[in-house]
Every structure is written in structure tokens, then in C-alpha cells.
């Protein structure tokens, strides 16, 4: 009993959810909660408008609710200043601003891992293609952790940045920031974590964890889509070359040059999803308001469920999971196989018989399946508003498609 923790109550927060569906595909994309769905209404029904350029009072509004959404992300991750916390559209957009902001030449080294979601590994290997930069792959051990001995063997005095997966989409397995991040200083590079999977299930103190870039989405964490964030260390940010450049970037132009603006707006280029980030300002406020740990512990109440009622067929290898087998290394996530099933017919079987909702395929790490030569997984995860029951009933459903096989 997680003490004050009311799903069925959350639950009421979330209009879709009276379709009676089971919905465990909440690494791809949560739900929104009413109150997110008004705040987007609010500011299209009260003050449409941009911020930065006019000076009437709905511009003054947008301006004054977008720096409040700034505040409440910083106090989520603990930055120094709101100015550090940049709205980007989404995680994948935050790494490709620092990507191609770093200027990194011919033999710079980069370190990545072997579990990376494409987001993080092909802006690299296009760096690699076009600049002749060097992209190192950190190899996790056997059960899919983190193997700090190996990273530690690949960083050399050529290596500039390490850019690592925090909670990783494939199998839920953490990975030690906290480590990484010395050994990373310690050879005088510097760290982005990739927060998409960490960001909304776990507490993260950017400052604690000594982070250099922090990058995540609003659509994983209850916020609208289009929404994301990229953190950067103020001094970093400052000294940072622009990515997209245009009106909002600048303080002043002439025919032959142009003064830079100071951060955040430095990279904020263009007119904002103003509508978007004051949402997702709100899905920050709802979420501390139930408390990160609090739903990170739920999530493991769910998985464990899961993972108790069918370790019978995980004993009998009739069912595979991917990652480690103890469910505390794997947060909210139980991603899985069927022996002699395609991923893709069992997550239809689960949808058509139960309305639960799964991911199937290969959750856009195509490298770490493909080396592995699986085809792909079943993945399910939770989230604030999964019940116990939901658990058990999604067991049922997957002993019963083992039986047919
Ligand atoms: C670990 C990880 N990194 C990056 C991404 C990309 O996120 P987005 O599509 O919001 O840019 C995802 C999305 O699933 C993810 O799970």
C-alpha cells in the first residue's frame, strides 16, 4: 500500500479511459489528464496569442503562463534557473539541437550505449558519415545492465561527449548517471542523458547527478504532443552554438550580421506551441502533485503482478523476457515473447480479446534487436492509472494465448 495512493481515484482524472480499455502502451505515449485538456482549451478559448512580439495583455498572458510551465519543469529536475530548461517539440529535436551545436570535427569521439532508441544513435552516425566523427558503443552485460568497466574502457582523451539512454524504452533497466557522470568529468567530456523514459516515472536532480544536457518529452508524461524539453547546464548553454536560427533568436539584425539572444529564447526559434508547453506545464504540476515516487512505486507494484502471475511459463522458457529477470531492474516495463508467436499477433490477440493495448516491434532500437537477430517484443507499460487488476487480466489473457500455441 503505497500511503495516499488512489488509483481509482487518478483514474477519474482521465477521460479516455471510461472506453474500458487496458492501456499499457505508456512508453510510446500516456494519456492526458482533464485538467492538461483544459489548460489547452483555456489558452485557445482566452488568450490566443504569441509571446515576445506584441504588448497587449493576451500576449502578456501567454508570455507569463509559458515562463510559469518554465519554472514548474525546472523545479521538476531541479535546474539552478528557468532559463536552463529550453522547449524543443519532443526528445528526439533536443538531441538533434546539441548533435549539431557541439561542433564536433573529424576524430572527436562519441560514446553511446548498445541500447540506444534510434533518437540517440542516428544523429550520431550521420555526425559520423558527414564529419568523420568516431561513434564508440558502450556493450551492456549479458542480462542487459549497465557494464561501467566497459564504458570506462572506451573513453580516451579524444572523447568529447557521451550521450546515454537513462531508463531504457526496451527493457526498463536503469542505467548509473550518477557514475557515468564522474567518470565522464573526470576525462573531461561532457554528458546528455536521454530522460524520456527516467523524466516521467522516476525523481531525476540534474544537479545531484552532476547532467551536462538533459533532454525528454511532454507526451510520455501526461503532457500534449509536440512537447519537449532540452536542459542545459546555463554556462554551457551560453557558450553553445545555435541550431535553428530565425525570428526570436536574435536581439537585433542589420544586412550583414546579427546579435544573439540570451537563453532560452537563444534556441526557441519561430512562433512556439505556446498552447503546448503551458499543457504541458500543467501535466508537470499533476504529476508532482501525486509525486514521482509514489507512481514509480505503483508501476512496480503492476510489474511485479505481472511477473509473479506468469513466472511459471518465464521458468518454462515459454515465455521470454527481454532484459533482466528480476522485475526491480526493469521499473514499469515487461517486455516479453511468446515462444513460436510473432510479437504482432499477440499484441492483436490481447487488443481484440481484452482491449488491452500493448507495443509490439522493435520500439525503434532496431540496432540492439537486430544484433540480437529477435524479431521484435511485446511491450507492456505502466503508468499512474494501471490497476492491479488490469495486471491480472492482461496474465490471464497472456496464459491463454500460450495454451494455443
Ligand atoms: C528512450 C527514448 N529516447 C527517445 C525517444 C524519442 O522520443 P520522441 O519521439 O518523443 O522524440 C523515446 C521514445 O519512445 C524513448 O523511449
Known sequence: MIFGYNVEKIRKDFPVLSKKIIYFDNACMSLKPLSVINKLNEYYNEYTACAGRSSHSFAERVETEVEKARQEVGKLINSKHSSEVIFTRNTTES???????????????????????????????????????????????????????NFERLITDKTKFVSV??????????????????????????????????????????????????????????????????????????????????????????YNDYKVENIPMKFEAGLQDYAGIIGFGEAVRYLRKIGINNIKKHELKINSLITESLSDLIEEGKINIIGPKEVEKRSGIFSFNIKGMDCHNVAKMLESSKKIMTRSGMHCVHSWFNKKGINGSVRVSAYLYNTEQEAITFAEEVRKIVKIV
Open 95 to 149: 538531441i538533434n539541437l546539441i548533435a549539431n551545436s557541439l561542433g564536433l570535427e573529424k576524430g572527436d569521439e562519441v560514446i553511446i550505449t548498445d541500447k540506444e532508441h534510434n533518437s540517440n544513435l542516428i544523429p550520431w552516425l550521420k555526425l559520423k558519415k558527414e564529419k568523420g566523427i568516431v561513434v564508440k558503443i558502450a556493450e551492456s552485460n549479458k542480462d542487459n545492465t549497465f557494464n561501467l568497466e
Open 165 to 254: 539512454v537513462h531508463v531504457s524504452n526496451l527493457d526498463g533497466v536503469e542505467n548509473p548517471i550518477k557514475e557515468i557522470s564522474k567518470i565522464t568529468h573526470k576525462n573531461n567530456a561532457l554528458l546528455m542523458v536521454d530522460g524520456a523514459q527516467s523524466i516521467p516515472h522516476t525523481e531525476v536532480d540534474v544537479r545531484k547527478l552532476d547532467i551536462d544536457f538533459l533532454c525528454f518529452s511532454g507526451h510520455k508524461m501526461l503532457g500534449p504532443t509536440g512537447t519537449g524539453v532540452l536542459y542545459g547546464k546555463k554556462e554551457l548553454l551560453e557558450k553553445l552554438n545555435q541550431f535553428i536560427v530565425g525570428g526570436e533568436t536574435v536581439i537585433d539584425s542589420n
